[in-house]
């Protein structure tokens, strides 16, 4: 199993980001997939979860309205447009499959997000 995420970067507080995950190694398209984040300070966050045909989504409180989980089954690639984004989002992010925080594989290398002035 490998989960890449890409995408990160330094971005202005109010600015926007789009990240990808790409999958290999497990049927994708049975599984909930996940964006989880993690910081200094928090060892690993849930962020956003979508079902595997892509008709439900869920997100934690502080990204509800913010941020958006999509995924392409044909590319095994799992998606987070990030809008409004605030100091707070500053974190590395990772995809997996499920919500549990220890993962359901091995994390990938993450992808960075810094937010700042």
């Known amino acids: 199993v490998q989960l890449v995420e890409s995408g990160g970067g330094l971005v202005q507080p109010g600015g926007s980001l789009r990240l990808a995950c790409v999958a290999s190694?497990?049927?994708?398209?049975?599984?909930?997939m996940s964006w989880f984040r993690q910081t200094p300070r928090v060892v690993r966050e849930w962020v956003a979860l979508i079902t595997p045909g892509g008709d439900t989504t869920k997100y934690v409180d502080s990204v509800k309205g913010r941020f958006t989980i999509s995924r392409d089954n044909a590319k095994n690639m799992v998606y987070l447009e990030m809008n409004s984004l605030e100091p707070e989002d500053t974190a590395v992010y990772y995809c997996?499959?499920?919500?549990?925080?220890?993962?359901?594989?091995?994390w990938g290398p993450g992808a960075q997000v810094n937010v700042s002035s």
């Open positions: 190694g497990f049927p994708f398209y049975k599984y909930e």
């Open positions: 997996n499959a499920g919500t549990t925080l220890a993962g359901a594989y091995n």
